[in-house]
């Protein structure tokens, strides 16, 4: 039996076929299935002779209606949707590079019975945040997430002592350096604007800052710093003066 057959046979046993009874003219379960499927084996990216890294985090957009009709099983469908992935990921020695998301949204220019699908590879993310009483004037954001950048600075890469631990197959174990400095070359910031460095710590695949492999660079609001897979936005936060 087939990897989708017996992703049909779990869902219908999950809700008692009536899933099936109510999508009968709209969208298919196994049809998103065999979609995100593809998604894996079209994105499938070689990691060596024997892992490739694939997406882990999925949109299905869908029209209004069949949204709407999908809602009171999205939660059992993502599951079997989940577990189907993850066998097929296995037979083909595929490897996510964290927890596999899937969320479904309306799209007002698909009409009924049909989808599309949007993909990419977030790596899971662990920030070991540190204690004082400075006030944070810069964040590193990672897949939605903002990490405060506070002096010295902070390490990032996939080993466990880091600041900020980024489960990516093309992250170094210690990977890169964000350094905060002033104007007057200190690391303590001081009355002036914060400026922030990003230093390559002799990582495998190098870094790049907005699309430039560099080894060190100066970053601005906004800055986009890639780690392997993986893209660290810088955020300067505007001060607050007490009152």
């Known amino acids: 039996m087939g990897g989708l057959q017996r992703f049909e046979q779990r869902l219908e046993q999950a809700i008692s076929g009536v899933f099936a009874r109510t999508f009968r003219s709209a969208v298919q379960p196994v049809e998103i299935a065999a979609a995100l499927q593809r998604e894996l084996d079209n994105k499938a990216q070689v990691l060596s002779r024997q892992r490739r890294l694939v997406p882990n985090s999925f949109v299905v957009e869908l029209s209004g209606g069949d949204l709407e009709r999908l809602t009171p099983y999205d939660t059992a469908l993502e599951s079997e949707l989940t577990e189907q992935l993850t066998e097929h990921a296995e037979l083909q020695s595929y490897v996510f590079p964290g927890p596999i998301r899937i969320a479904f949204e309306p799209a007002e220019d698909l009409g009924t019975g049909r989808f599309r699908v949007r993909s990419q590879a977030e790596a899971a993310v662990t920030g070991h945040a540190r204690r004082g009483n400075q006030r944070t004037r810069a964040v590193l954001e990672v897949n939605g997430t903002q990490h405060p950048l506070q002096a010295p600075g902070l390490v990032v890469g996939r080993g466990s002592e880091t600041d ?70 810088l955020r300067l936060l505007e001060e607050t003066p007490d009152v």
């Open 164 to 233: 900020i631990r980024i489960n990516d197959p093309g992250v170094s174990r210690r990977h890169a350096e964000f350094l905060i400095t002033t104007p007057t070359g200190t690391t303590t910031p001081g009355e002036g604007p914060v400026h922030v460095e990003v230093h390559d710590m002799g990582s495998t695949n190098g870094i790049r800052v907005d699309g430039q492999k560099v080894a060190r660079a100066t970053l601005r609001d906004g800055s986009r710093v890639q780690v392997g897979h993986t893209s660290l936005v």
